[in-house]
């Protein structure tokens, strides 16, 4: 969530960078309905300043001998009547333009970082660095993932479908396996790294999804328990994050790493007849999350450390990758500043995003009064949330089968995950 103050105190400033996104972001209602606010709240004040006044005064008087009919009394007892009914009908409307200030700032999302390249859409986000060798297979033996996998008869999408619907699907065997052995792996390589792993609920109630920026922007992407206030995880950035919403911390607490696995779901509504094969874009999937909760004088450094945690994991794998940073009219609604990981899929001949490392700065944390204090110092600050995906594990699995896959049809095994799944081929 934006600060109000910084919107009341630099208007222009913010509906600049929020300019920098594209069109369709209009501060001025709130600006005006926070002038109305601070106008009803300062008579409210001055009449309850005036309220006080005539209660000290009715008292001084009856002590003083005055009696409770006497004129002056009754004058003052009338007035400050008139005071308590108009007191009443003021502090309800008070709260209502609260509430839809609050409403409104739900709605806005994350400034652009002043290093963000400014640009319209995904054709001018900017390319940071590649690793690794493209794997560009000639022959017409060389297959998409979805089709390694049926042929090996380790992903089975119909069985799923019969069992869900479209845009899940099953692993079996060895793919079963291989998805297990990444997951592993991934954590083992975090935690190694100095990240705690935290095995977090799967089922978020609301405020947590409101606190991270789901809410109410995106609840059409989430699945909900009808019977609940429970949805089920799109990312374990909501429950990790949401582990410390209205906590004051220690600045000595800091840098807080965190690592969780869990299963993410998500309607992936609008993307019809995108990806409707394989496991690039499922209604479920498995993915490690990397979470940080750091001192703001420290964030832009966490963040490029955050982004080379997760390419480790590609480097590990020997998977190629690129790293894509976001122009501003790409990025994401709580994202201050965004890297994304594209990992090379030989079927497709592009890159594919696998893993996309945000720097919220204070968005969340003010949404989720997550806070600090220095010692020594007065007040507290608000921390910084920062977090990527280390890595989304199907589409690490794609990228396995298709980078790693042999001339008579079988898949070599990385070096990395060999240990974990006692063989080198599938």
Same mark, same amino acid.
């Given at each position: 969530m934006l600060d109000l103050k910084l919107i009341r105190e630099n208007p222009d400033l913010v509906q600049e960078k929020l300019n920098r996104r594209g069109p369709g972001y209009d501060i001025q209602p709130i600006?005006?309905? !926070?002038?109305?606010?601070?106008?009803?709240?300062k008579t409210r004040s001055q009449l309850q300043a005036r309220s006080n006044e005539i209660g000290k005064l009715v008292g001084q008087k009856m002590k003083s001998g005055s009696k409770p009919d006497d004129?002056? %009394? %009754?004058?003052?007892?009338?007035?400050?009547? !008139?005071?308590? #009914?108009?007191?009443? *009908?003021?502090?309800?409307?008070? /709260? !209502?333009?609260?509430?839809?200030i609050e409403a409104l700032l739900l709605n806005l999302p994350n400034l652009p970082s002043d290093s963000t390249p400014i640009g319209k859409d995904e054709t001018e986000n %900017? *390319?940071?660095?590649?690793?690794?060798?493209?794997?560009k297979p000639t022959g017409d033996k060389f297959l998409p993932h979805w089709e390694i996998g049926e042929k090996l008869g380790i992903?089975?999408?119909? /069985? #799923?479908?019969?069992?869900?619907? +479209?845009?899940?699907?099953?692993?079996?065997?060895?793919? $079963? $396996?291989?998805?297990? #052995?990444?997951?592993?792996?991934?954590?083992?390589?975090q935690t190694a790294?100095?990240?705690?792993e935290v095995l977090p609920p799967f089922l978020i109630n609301s405020t947590s999804l409101t606190a991270t920026g789901q809410l109410p922007k995106f609840a059409e992407e989430s699945f909900k328990c009808s019977d609940d206030d429970l949805w089920l995880a799109p990312t374990a950035e909501?429950? %990790?994050?949401?582990?410390?919403?209205?906590?004051?911390?220690? +600045? *000595?607490?800091?840098?807080?790493?965190?690592? #969780?696995?869990?299963?993410?779901?998500?309607? *992936?509504?609008?993307s019809y007849g995108k990806d409707t094969r394989g496991l690039i874009r499922l209604h479920q999937f498995n993915k490690v999350e990397l979470v940080k909760l750091v001192h703001p004088d420290t964030s832009e450094q966490e963040h490029e450390a955050l982004v080379h945690d997760a390419e480790a994991i590609l480097q590990a794998l020997e998977l190629p990758y690129r790293v894509i940073e976001l122009c501003t009219g790409d990025l994401g609604f709580g994202a201050a500043k965004c890297y994304d990981l594209e990992v090379w899929l030989p079927a497709a001949g592009t890159y594919r995003e696998i893993s996309s490392c945000s720097n919220f700065r204070d968005f969340q944390a003010r949404r989720g009064n997550i806070r600090?204090?220095?010692?020594?110092?007065?007040?507290?600050?608000?921390?910084?949330?920062?977090?990527?995906?280390?890595?989304?594990?199907g589409r690490t699995m794609a990228a396995v089968l298709e980078n790693y896959q042999q001339p008579d049809g079988s898949v070599r095994i990385p070096a990395a995950l060999q240990s974990y799944l006692g063989r080198d081929i599938l």
């Amino acid at each position: 969530m934006l600060d109000l103050k910084l919107i009341r105190e630099n208007p222009d400033l913010v509906q600049e960078k929020l300019n920098r996104r594209g069109p369709g972001y209009d501060i001025q209602p709130i600006v005006e309905l !926070d002038r109305q606010q601070k106008e009803l709240e300062k008579t409210r004040s001055q009449l309850q300043a005036r309220s006080n006044e005539i209660g000290k005064l009715v008292g001084q008087k009856m002590k003083s001998g005055s009696k409770p009919d006497d004129p002056e %009394v %009754v004058a003052l007892k009338n007035e400050g009547n !008139d005071l308590k #009914a108009t007191l009443s *009908e003021l502090e309800p409307q008070e /709260r !209502d333009l609260k509430a839809q200030i609050e409403a409104l700032l739900l709605n806005l999302p994350n400034l652009p970082s002043d290093s963000t390249p400014i640009g319209k859409d995904e054709t001018e986000n %900017v *390319e940071v660095r590649r690793w690794g060798d493209e794997y560009k297979p000639t022959g017409d033996k060389f297959l998409p993932h979805w089709e390694i996998g049926e042929k090996l008869g380790i992903l089975n999408t119909e /069985r #799923a479908t019969k069992i869900a619907q +479209s845009r899940f699907v099953a692993l079996i065997g060895a793919g $079963a $396996a291989l998805e297990r #052995a990444l997951i592993q792996f991934m954590l083992d390589h975090q935690t190694a790294t100095g990240y705690v792993e935290v095995l977090p609920p799967f089922l978020i109630n609301s405020t947590s999804l409101t606190a991270t920026g789901q809410l109410p922007k995106f609840a059409e992407e989430s699945f909900k328990c009808s019977d609940d206030d429970l949805w089920l995880a799109p990312t374990a950035e909501v429950p %990790v994050t949401n582990f410390y919403r209205d906590e004051i911390l220690s +600045s *000595e607490e800091l840098p807080i790493y965190h690592c #969780a696995y869990t299963p993410c779901f998500r309607r *992936e509504a609008g993307s019809y007849g995108k990806d409707t094969r394989g496991l690039i874009r499922l209604h479920q999937f498995n993915k490690v999350e990397l979470v940080k909760l750091v001192h703001p004088d420290t964030s832009e450094q966490e963040h490029e450390a955050l982004v080379h945690d997760a390419e480790a994991i590609l480097q590990a794998l020997e998977l190629p990758y690129r790293v894509i940073e976001l122009c501003t009219g790409d990025l994401g609604f709580g994202a201050a500043k965004c890297y994304d990981l594209e990992v090379w899929l030989p079927a497709a001949g592009t890159y594919r995003e696998i893993s996309s490392c945000s720097n919220f700065r204070d968005f969340q944390a003010r949404r989720g009064n997550i806070r600090f204090k220095e010692p020594g110092q007065k007040g507290t600050q608000l921390v910084h949330t920062l977090n990527g995906s280390g890595l989304a594990v199907g589409r690490t699995m794609a990228a396995v089968l298709e980078n790693y896959q042999q001339p008579d049809g079988s898949v070599r095994i990385p070096a990395a995950l060999q240990s974990y799944l006692g063989r080198d081929i599938l």
